[in-house]
């Protein structure tokens, strides 16, 4: 069965130039043929795009969608003038812990499905609200039951139960419950924040224990002040720096040098009033930047892909081009991945049409729900 999505009035690829009346057909779930709507070869069904701009599905690749409760009071505190510091990540890890399998798979699903709505096809989901043995392997299962792209971030903070310990706690996600975690895992993630949570000797284990069993390096890097997680994930040879909100020169020449990504979060700076990254020196230093929306109850509460690409334009100084290419293909680099993030013959049928003719409006029209179609391996949603 193939479908033609033709009469596409602008197509972002991210492989060559963006293509006006544009049309491509779609088999198997992959992209089989893109080329000018005048010439489309016939296709079993047909979807008339009737002018309107498509692009490849969003890359979400940094979100924390397994989790219980939720955080409006210190949002609102937040909001009056109090400062974000991470400690709130204790108060959901108690929430999770007492909430059941369904309970925790019901709210994935709410938030998979909302982010499917707005255009996320491929999305990363880590744990860390667990932090217990127990507690990570079965949101690392629960995460595995909507992606593959599922993160081991045990080393998100020291519990409430290890205060004092965190170099127990360190032996501990390097030890048992890593082991736990591994067969439900594809990544290792740690939160390196020296003083709110892990310095980067036990960031280096963490990642290197992680490495050992076989899962991909990743990390929380400089979030809430300057420090070494940039450093220690360029070292680490890891996917991608998450954050990056406060980076020195030699952060960014680390970068640079590396394949590591620089996936930026700007929902966090918006949602604890926080200065955003700097995604003008990273671009113009020739880092790898992606977008992403780092979903979970404390420090970004949204799924909304198009809502990121409008404050990394309007906040960030990224162009329009360059914010959707961050939220698509940058989004695949950061997970290493190059059947998403991009439309050409082979790739994954995974791409959205806007109610707009350009994917400017994505940032020129914010906070309005313009993905009016998603397909999702080829399929309408
Ligand atoms: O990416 N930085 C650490 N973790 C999350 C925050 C989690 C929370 O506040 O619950 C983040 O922003
Ligand atoms: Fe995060």
Redesign the pocket.
């Known amino acids: 069965m193939s479908l033609l999505v033709t009469n596409i009035g602008e197509l972002v690829t991210n492989d060559g130039p963006v293509r006006s009346d544009a049309a491509l057909v779609i088999e198997g779930g992959r992209i089989a043929w893109i080329g000018p709507a005048g010439s489309a070869p016939a296709a079993d069904e047909m979807l008339d795009a009737q002018g309107r701009a498509a692009l490849p599905g969003f890359v979400d690749s ?1 979100t ?1 969608l397994v ?1 219980a409760g939720d ?1 409006a009071g210190e949002f609102a505190a937040r909001m009056a003038g109090q400062r ?1 510091t ?1 400690g ?2 204790r ?2 890890v108690a929430a999770t812990q007492a909430a059941s399998d369904d309970e925790l798979r019901a709210t994935a699903a709410r938030l998979v499905r909302e982010a499917l709505q707005q255009g996320t096809t491929t999305i990363e989901i880590k744990s ?2 667990g932090l217990s043995v127990p507690d990570e392997t079965r949101c690392l299962r629960i995460a595995g039951e909507f992606t593959t792209e599922t993160t081991f ?1 045990g080393a ?2 020291v519990p409430a139960s290890f205060a004092g310990r965190a170099d127990e706690y360190v032996a501990l996600a390097c030890g048992e419950m890593l082991d736990a975690a591994v067969p439900y895992a594809r990544w290792v993630d740690v ?1 390196c ?1 020296p003083g ?2 892990f310095d980067a000797d036990q960031a280096r284990a963490v990642l290197a224990a992680g490495v050992a069993a076989g899962l991909a390096p990743r990390v ?1 890097a400089n ?2 002040g300057p420090g070494p997680g940039v450093q220690v994930a360029v070292e680490l040879g890891a996917a991608s720096a ?2 990056c909100t406060h980076l020195s020169p030699a952060d960014i020449d680390a970068l640079a040098g590396s394949s590591t990504v620089a996936t930026l ?1 700007p929902a ?1 700076e918006f949602s ?1 009033r926080s200065a955003y990254p700097p995604a003008r020196r990273l671009l113009d230093a020739g880092v790898t930047v992606a977008l992403a929306t ?1 979903c ?5 509460y949204t799924t909304s892909m198009p809502f990121c690409i409008a404050l990394a334009v309007r906040e960030m100084g990224m162009t329009p081009a360059e914010a959707v290419w961050a939220a698509t293909a940058g989004g695949a680099r950061a997970l290493r991945r190059d059947d998403i993030g991009v439309l050409r013959p082979g790739a994954r049928a995974d791409l959205v049409l806007l109610d707009a003719p350009s994917h400017v409006h994505l940032a020129y029209r914010p906070g309005v729900p313009l993905v009016s179609t998603v397909l999702h391996n080829g399929v309408p949603i």
């Not at 979970?296 to 970004?300: F, T, V």
């Open positions: 940094h924390h989790f955080r974000y991470g709130g990540i108060t959901t860390g609200y971030l998100h903070v939160f924040e709110a949570a929380h979030q809430l998450d954050h979060l966090a604890t780092d979970n109850p404390g420090s970004s």
